[in-house]
């Protein structure tokens, strides 16, 4: 689907947020290395994903539009979650 991507930059943000308050709770300094070469991966996903779109008819578009929105908005949520549970730790 074209959300896939989507859905796989969202749990890459996850991942990389959890690995980074596991390292601080241990007193690692955590770094991310790959983290610009990964923006590029993402923002050049996202500019084919916009191509893409225009090739649906209005009412798909929105659908997927709407779908991917609801993966980020879950996303921040996730998120959010854990750094309130990390403070509170």
Do not use: P
Not at 53 to 77: G, Y
């Amino acid at each position: 689907m074209i959300w896939r991507g989507k859905r796989k930059s969202c749990l890459r943000r996850i991942h990389e947020i959890r690995t980074n308050l596991t390292g601080k709770k241990q007193g690692v300094t955590s770094t991310i290395l790959s983290g610009n070469n990964q923006d590029d991966v993402d923002h050049n996903h996202q500019q084919y994903q916009t191509s893409l779109l225009k090739s649906f008819d209005l009412a798909m578009r929105t659908i997927i539009e709407s779908r991917q929105a609801n993966i980020e908005n879950r996303t921040q949520k996730i998120i959010s979650f854990q750094n309130t549970s990390s403070i509170q730790s």
